[in-house]
């Protein structure tokens, strides 16, 4: 069993930064595609951005430019720095560990943590 713990979640000004951490127990951490999704009150759970086990990366269309995904391997660590704040950026943010492509259900996702943006 894959377990993901994330850390940096907290209020922050609009225009402020944070950074989003996630760390996995897997030792096959290198080769899973890693990604953040956000959740609003009251909307689905979003893509946000993934990162490639060759880091290649991808990002929704809302935080192109102002978000910034990467990962460390040796620290098995998902990074998701955040900057230029919105409030529409306020949401549970959760880290997921993709390995479907190996494993049918090597899926898996974080606890989720609190981003809240004040206007």
């Known amino acids: 069993q894959v377990q993901l713990v994330e850390s940096g979640g907290g209020l922050v000004q609009a225009g402020g930064s944070l950074r989003l951490s996630c760390t996995a127990s897997s030792s096959t951490f290198s080769i899973a595609t890693m990604g953040w999704y956000r959740q609003a009150p009251g909307k689905e759970r979003e893509l946000v951005a993934t990162i490639t086990t060759n880091d290649m990366t991808n990002y929704a269309d809302s935080v192109k430019g102002r978000f910034t995904i990467s990962r460390d391997n040796a620290k098995n660590t998902v990074y998701l720095q955040m900057n230029n704040l919105k409030s529409e950026d306020t949401a549970v943010y959760y880290c997921?560990?993709?390995?479907?492509?190996?494993?049918?259900?090597?899926?898996?996702w974080g606890q989720g943590t609190q981003v809240t943006v004040s206007s």
């Open positions: 997921n560990f993709d390995l479907t492509w190996i494993i049918d259900r090597g899926n898996y």
